[in-house]
């Protein structure tokens, strides 16, 4: 059966119209990380606020001059702000269309973020093996709450990395693994943010 005029242009408006709809659709998609990661801040900025307001108040407890360890918190920079680098490569990557090498440095960064999250459940170990429980004081309270919601952050960033992973090996790089890459990457970009304001805030004035 032979198509006319009409039905062509009829069925180019559709598919004109359907690629404004997952224009549309993807927009919005970004537009609600946007909004996630606005809550993110104000969620990290109640916790510094909080932990400012009690990082003295150790109630004859141990300081954090007395836990800190500087190579240990040091490790745990080095780690994640070197992840932040490896996923700045993943995307540059995808832009050149490379999905073997944008998988590789996705798990460079992925294994970087598992370093970190090891490290840091090895630092609160030894923390509450001394005694310094959340339970202990408001400082260690206000200090657990922090580097632990940041550290959950992390670990959540790793399932979601790897998720996205495991589509870009079955799907290649398409409009939605982009979408999603540039996402993930932009959210880890965040949490190395959030940790330098950690490392000053937290670690930096504690042990000075």
């Keep these: 059966?032979?198509?006319?005029?009409?039905?062509?242009?009829?069925?180019?408006?559709?598919?004109?119209?359907?690629?404004?709809?997952?224009?549309?659709?993807?927009?919005?998609?970004?537009?609600?990380?946007?909004?996630?990661?606005?809550?993110?801040?104000?969620?990290?900025?109640?916790?510094?606020?909080?932990?400012?307001?009690?990082?003295?108040?150790?109630?004859?407890?141990?300081?954090?001059?007395?836990?800190?360890?500087?190579?240990?918190?040091?490790?745990?920079?080095?780690?994640?702000?070197t992840s932040s680098f490896t996923s700045g490569l993943a995307v540059m990557e995808m832009r050149r269309g490379n999905v073997k090498r944008l998988i590789g440095w996705l798990i460079v960064t992925a294994l970087l973020g598992l370093v970190f999250v090891g490290l840091e459940i090895d630092e609160f170990v030894k923390m509450v093996s001394e005694g310094a429980t959340m339970q202990r004081s408001a400082f260690l309270s206000a200090f657990f709450t922090l580097v632990g919601t940041h550290g959950c952050h992390v670990t959540l960033g790793l399932f979601w990395m790897t998720a996205i992973m495991f589509q870009l090996a079955r799907y290649g790089i398409n409009a939605v693994t982009q979408r999603k890459v540039f996402i993930a990457c932009l959210y880890w970009h965040f949490l190395d943010v959030v940790w330098v304001f950690l490392f000053t805030v937290v670690y930096l004035m504690g042990v000075m």
């Design 1 to 81: 059966m032979s198509m006319t005029v009409d039905d062509v242009v009829s069925r180019s408006g559709d598919h004109g119209h359907h690629d404004h709809h997952d224009h549309d659709q993807e927009g919005m998609k970004i537009l609600g990380f946007w909004i996630f990661l606005v809550s993110d801040c104000l969620l990290f900025a109640t916790l510094f606020a909080t932990f400012l307001v009690l990082r003295t108040h150790t109630a004859g407890g141990p300081t954090g001059k007395e836990l800190f360890e500087i190579p240990g918190f040091t490790a745990e920079t080095f780690a994640l702000l």
